[in-house]
């Protein structure tokens, strides 16, 4: 099973040059970063709650230093630059995956490129006698390096796309959380009137 899949990777490369092997190359590297974010995904817990991770760390360490009186200010800058630094780190990587899902489509439509130049060098030395069944078999391994580099792209692209709105969404959760321990008192004084006063009329 693996010998017949090396020998259809050799098969590829074959067809599409070395712009193949590097988009190949690319696909592995992209797999590995998003295996690799799942995994610190995962283990810090983000998601729709903060169940486990350094925002858990982060939020228990707020709550028990305003429980010894530190001031409100202090403690939202200290967990401001700590909440930063953390997301920082749980987005790295991601800018990988942001640079192969907009060079892979490039680097393949540059193969395609050669590989047409290469074709119509071969058209213009056969000069009328060109066989029009090598000719279409030439532009035919042309494209193949654009397939291949849309198969890398979208893929990157679309995790990319969910790994960044899964942090976006997760800050707000962590955020949100954070005010909730440093301000319960905000929303627990009592609902606001918003009838109006008598004589006075709603707004349209």
Same mark, same amino acid.
């Given at each position: 099973?693996?010998?017949?899949?090396?020998?259809?990777?050799?098969?590829?490369?074959?067809?599409?040059?070395?712009?193949?092997?590097?988009?190949?190359?690319?696909?592995?590297?992209?797999?590995?970063?998003?295996?690799?974010?799942?995994?610190?995904?995962?283990?810090?817990?983000?998601?729709?709650?903060?169940?486990?991770?350094?925002?858990?760390?982060?939020?228990?360490?707020?709550?028990?230093?305003?429980?010894?009186?530190?001031?409100?200010?202090?403690?939202?800058?200290?967990?401001?630059?700590?909440?930063?630094?953390?997301?920082?780190?749980?987005?790295?990587?991601?800018?990988?995956?942001?640079?192969?899902?907009?060079?892979?489509?490039?680097?393949?439509? #540059?193969?395609?490129?050669? *590989?047409?130049?290469?074709? #119509?060098?071969?058209?213009?030395?056969?000069?009328?006698?060109?066989?029009?069944?090598?000719?279409?078999? *030439?532009?035919?391994?042309?494209?193949?390096?654009?397939?291949?580099?849309?198969?890398?792209?979208?893929?990157?692209?679309?995790?990319?796309?969910?790994?960044?709105?899964?942090?976006?969404?997760?800050?707000?959760?962590?955020?949100?959380?954070?005010?909730?321990?440093?301000?319960?008192?905000?929303?627990?004084?009592?609902?606001?009137?918003?009838?109006?006063?008598?004589?006075?009329?709603?707004?349209?």
């Amino acid at each position: 099973m693996i010998a017949i899949a090396q020998d259809r990777l050799s098969e590829i490369v074959a067809l599409g040059g070395p712009v193949v092997a590097i988009l190949l190359g690319f696909s592995v590297i992209a797999l590995a970063c998003i295996l690799w974010k799942l995994s610190v995904f995962a283990v810090e817990g983000i998601g729709p709650r903060v169940s486990r991770g350094f925002a858990r760390s982060i939020l228990a360490q707020i709550a028990e230093a305003k429980a010894n009186g530190v001031t409100e200010e202090a403690l939202r800058a200290r967990a401001a630059a700590r909440l930063e630094r953390d997301f920082q780190r749980a987005g790295s990587g991601l800018r990988l995956l942001d640079v192969i899902s907009q060079v892979a489509p490039l680097l393949g439509l #540059f193969g395609t490129v050669l *590989g047409m130049i290469d074709a #119509f060098r071969t058209l213009q030395e056969a000069g009328g006698t060109a066989d029009p069944a090598v000719l279409a078999g *030439g532009i035919w391994v042309a494209l193949v390096t654009t397939a291949a580099g849309l198969v890398v792209a979208m893929p990157a692209s679309m995790a990319l796309s969910w790994f960044d709105g899964r942090l976006e969404r997760f800050d707000l959760v962590v955020r949100d959380a954070l005010e909730e321990i440093l301000s319960p008192q905000v929303l627990a004084q009592g609902a606001v009137d918003l009838t109006p006063a008598r004589g006075e009329h709603a707004p349209a």
